[in-house]
């Protein structure tokens, strides 16, 4: 059994005039949640949708569970589900009778009453219970999200992709439904989480692929995200505060903001913190606290796709003033 | 793509069209138009005389059959052979639904050859249900005399049965090609309204055609000149021309209909 449950090399999508996707590299394995983090239009779901065999890519190319995949000839093997956007199902039948009709393409050989086992644990696991017997056409939008699963669920899936799985439902829901993917990954699977919301990608996430603009920024563990940060952020405490915010303006690399309940936020690299604690010293401002701060998905997430430099901004604001003594950190 | 895989779908979406109220109706309409069309029949004094057979529609049974089968293919085989193959694949669009169907274990070749099957298997068997609910009614309310054929020759009611019946089954390859056209345009429109309305609005577009003069080979390329094949058979001696004329020219709709709806289908991005 391959380890990897995904791979997907170089895969490339145009729409018209828009790429979508540029040599984009997807790579999940089984036992982890993988995260798929990016903005709006960054082609996150166009390459759910390719790996599902949706769209047709350009270039590149795709394994499922260890086996080439070509998205235009082949069906998707048995084992690989997914949930793309809001799920949607025929409105004029029962949530179970849908089921039983995806139970049925996925399965030809299976007999009625073992279809009718599959789609019950499916129902339940996605704790659709009181409701799968009502027409689709009366389900709220959580609902239908948790019909979704089902669908996806009754696969038996090895590799499961999620596009925005909980952004419908409510807190408890979305809990059953990332503790679900916490439980396929344990028992073996690979999960590909899709999310705007970091915090449940940093909860959920070991691994996480940011994408922006159709091309991959950054594709690795959550620690070595953090590690790779342009800039550490730090807490500084010292004697005189606003001096030293002056000084900070001064040193290449380094950002210095006021922080909430006082103090300063300070956003520098290892080397250019030590050269302005250095700095510091000789200026005469004491170092009263200085302690580097968990940053959060979601500031290492802005950082990467915002469209502002940190370190450009920090070398302008280094440039020596005429009046001022140079402190030697601005070669 | 395997049979299995094909059947499959095919079960699937026989399911699917067994749960909308619209293809069943369209199919009790069938059995039940012509009990009516003949009940109306007996209880009128006068005849459809200017109708092909309309003259001995109140003799015989069989004769009721053929005016039914005259007037169907004016209006109502192109409007029952789009009914679900103008909205087969159009409706996964409109529900949003192709991303569930094909992200499953069936190819989309599996998908498009299921589909097709379903929707030719359905108007073979609205045409069928016609066929026979016409015949049955012909022979339980008029009555199953004799049919004087267009060359004025008495048939007997078995030869005039097998004749009727042969009639009705000539109507088949046009059916289907207007069914090939209905799929094409619920693929490449994505919408039901046009999958629907278009073969229905071009098969009476074609029949205004053929009554303006025009070269030959540009009439016998109408699908609709295939619907009058089934003359030849009520005729002394019996022709065969017009019916293999019309074969293939349906049979030419139906496959470039079924290759270029194939092939959008295949090359289709489901993008959301």
């Known amino acids: 059994m391959a380890r990897t449950a995904l791979e997907a090399l170089g895969v490339s999508k145009s729409f018209g005039p828009r790429a979508a996707l540029r040599d984009v590299d997807l790579v999940a394995r ?8 990016g903005p709006n239009g960054a082609g996150k779901t166009t390459l759910m949708r390719a790996v599902l065999g949706l769209v047709r890519p350009d270039g590149g190319r795709i394994h499922l569970l260890g086996r080439p995949f070509d998205p235009v000839a082949d069906a998707v093997p048995d084992g690989v589900a997914g949930m793309v956007d809001t799920p ?9 009778a849908n089921l039983m009709l995806l139970a049925r393409l996925d399965a030809a050989d299976a007999d009625a009453s073992a279809t009718r086992a599959r789609v019950d644990a499916a129902i339940e696991e996605s704790g659709l219970v009181a409701d799968a017997g009502a027409r689709v056409a009366g ?39 990332r503790d679900l993917a916490r439980r396929l990954a344990a028992d073996g699977a690979a999960v590909v989480w899709s999310s705007h919301d970091m915090a449940e990608v940093e909860e959920l996430c070991a691994a996480v692929t940011i994408v922006d603009c159709g091309r991959v920024i950054f594709s690795g563990g959550v620690d070595e995200l953090r590690e790779r940060a342009p800039s550490l952020p730090h807490a500084l405490r010292t004697s005189d505060d606003r001096a030293a915010r002056a000084l900070a303006s001064r040193c290449i690399g380094v950002r210095a903001t006021p922080a909430v309940g006082g103090g300063l936020d300070v ?29 959060s998905l979601e500031s290492l997430f802005l950082e990467l796709t915002a469209p502002v430099d940190l370190d450009v901004a920090c070398a302008i604001g280094a440039e020596p003033a005429d009046d001022e003594p140079d402190w030697g950190l601005a070669s | 793509m395997t049979l299995r895989g094909v059947g499959t779908v095919a079960a699937v979406e026989c399911s699917k069209l067994a749960a909308q109220f619209k293809p069943r109706a ?10 009516a069309f003949a009940a109306a029949l007996r209880l009128q004094t006068t ?18 059959s053929l005016v039914v089968l005259g007037f169907a293919a004016l209006w109502v085989v192109p409007a029952l052979t789009s009914i679900v193959a103008g909205d087969l ?51 339980l309310i008029i ?45 490449v429109t994505r919408s039901s309204a046009a999958g629907i309305g278009v073969p229905v609005v071009g098969a009476l577009t074609m029949q205004l055609c053929a009554l303006v003069d025009g070269p030959q080979a540009l009439r016998t390329a109408l699908i609709t000149t295939a619907f009058d094949g089934w003359h030849g058979l009520l005729a002394e001696p019996r022709y065969y021309g017009p019916l293999v004329r019309g074969v293939l020219a349906s049979v030419a709709y139906l496959v470039v209909s079924v290759g270029i709806g194939y092939r959008t289908l295949q090359r289709r991005d489901i993008a959301g």
């Not at chain 1, 089984?30 to 983090?37: F, K, T, Y």
């Not at chain 2, 005849?47 to 009721?64: I, N, Y």
């Not at chain 2, 030869?159 to 019946?165: M, N």
């Open chain 2, 26 to 35: 369209a199919l009790a309409a069938c059995a039940a138009g012509s009990f």
């Open chain 1, 139 to 177: 389900y709220s939008t959580g609902m239908r999200q948790r019909l979704g699963l089902a669908a996806a669920l009754l696969r038996s899936p090895e590799l499961l992709l999620l596009d925005e799985a909980t952004s419908s439902l409510d807190p408890a829901a979305a809990r059953e439904v």
């Open chain 2, 143 to 187: 009555g199953p005399a004799p049919l004087v054929n267009l060359s004025g020759v008495a048939l007997t009611p078995s030869q005039a049965l097998a004749r009727t019946a042969f009639a009705w089954v000539a109507t088949l390859p046009a059916a289907l090609a207007l069914t090939a056209i209905a799929l094409l345009l619920s693929i």
């Open chain 1, 30 to 37: 089984r036992g982890e949640v993988h995260g798929l983090l």
């Open chain 2, 47 to 64: 005849v459809p005389e200017d109708t092909l057979f309309g003259r001995s529609a109140k003799e015989s049974g069989f004769a009721l």
């Open chain 1, 267 to 295: 956003s520098a690299d290892a080397a250019a913190l030590d050269a302005f604690v250095i700095a510091l010293g000789r200026y005469g401002i004491a170092v009263r606290a200085l302690e580097r701060r968990t940053r």
């Open chain 2, 89 to 139: 694949f159009a409706a996964e669009d409109r529900y949003g639904t192709w991303t569930m169907m094909l992200a499953r274990s069936r190819a989309r070749s599996e998908v498009f050859a299921g589909k097709a099957l379903v929707a030719f298997g359905y108007s073979a068997l609205a045409i069928a249900v016609l066929a026979a609910s016409s015949i049955a009614a012909g022979l």
């Open chain 1, 88 to 96: 949607a199902f025929y409105p004029y039948l029962t949530g179970r």
